[in-house]
């Protein structure tokens, strides 16, 4: 039996789309996977108590009852930009670091004009969004003061907002956050969940941006110090449910927070892949589902040695792993090859066809 003081992690089994996809919907033996484009067959229903004992099986769509709903309702748009619920694609989000000890561009855009260049040409290679951030959050690198992070993002999202090019800014600020979206910026992505500046969550709720709820265990400086979990997909599922509880209670709704797993956030290369190949049951939150995985370092230490700028093929596979779980955002450096390996994806997976 199921228990009160238990939790429940449904992992959506059987996916299927295209015609496929809307048939098995009409006879009820499939349901939309947020929306769609995707269906799913069957659930992996996981309880754990406050023990921590779990509990598995398996049962079709139909027998799954609560929780259905929140894992199956389309998600609608997300800051103003319509999600991919039916026969649409996720939405590319291309990185603009504008720090000079960015640990790819290497300084290359720390001059707003060149960040700026570097922004209408991530927008031309097809991004849908573009996430400005003035402040590494590599172990090791040199605080920023607000002013300082203020002078090299503002000129950037003013300019791009500007251009109507959806912006995000990434900073761990309110005074940033506050700014930025004055200037036109669409979505806050704070990998601290707004809960690295006491004024963070009021920032976000008091305006009608979208918001990006990132996990993360510990603090940049420290967090890849023998992370550990007692399972890292149920705690994280946990940990993003209690703050999108905090943000529901401050007033930000679920349909504007994107949750992501925060790939390489205090966690092992281990639970990056548990991460990413479980993905699909973080729809079970009820939002849209964010996730970054370009370049990280868990792909040098599932294939290494390899350089940085050099992860691009391990990048874009496990970006095709995590769309075809129903991802509705990936954030990318490299967004020309990621749009081109999202439109080969769609067209040789027939996951055109719109499920209602
Ligand atoms: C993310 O996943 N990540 S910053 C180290 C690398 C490569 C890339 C050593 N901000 C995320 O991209 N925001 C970052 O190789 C993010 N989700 C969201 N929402 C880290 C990063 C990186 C770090």
Partial sequence: ?????????????????????????????????????????????????????????VRSVADLGDGLARLSEPRGSFAGIPLPDVGGQPLVMGILNVTPDSFFDGGRHADADAAIGHGRALRAAGADLIDIGGESTRPGAKPVSVEEELERVMPVVAALAGEDVPVSIDTRRAPVMREAIAAGARIVNDVAALQGDSASLDAVATSDAGVILM?????????????????????????LAARVAVYETAGITPARICVDPGIGFGKTATHNLELISSLAIFHGLGCALAIGVSRKSFIDALVGPVRAEDRLPGSLAAMVMAIGQGAQIVRVHDVGETV???????????VLTPLT
């Fill in 340 to 350: 081109q390996a999202i439109s080969l994806w769609r067209q040789t997976g027939a």
């Fill in 1 to 57: 039996m199921i228990q009160s003081d238990e939790t429940i992690y449904i992992r959506p089994l059987g996916l299927v789309s295209g015609a496929t996809a809307r048939l098995m919907c009409a006879d009820g033996q499939a349901v939309p996977l947020a929306g769609g484009p995707f269906a799913f067959t069957h659930g992996e229903v996981n309880s754990r108590d406050n023990s921590g004992n779990a509990q598995r099986s």
């Fill in 215 to 239: 996990h993360m265990q510990g603090s940049p400086g420290t967090m890849q110090n023998a992370p550990r979990y007692d399972d890292v997909v149920f705690d994280v599922y946990d940990a």
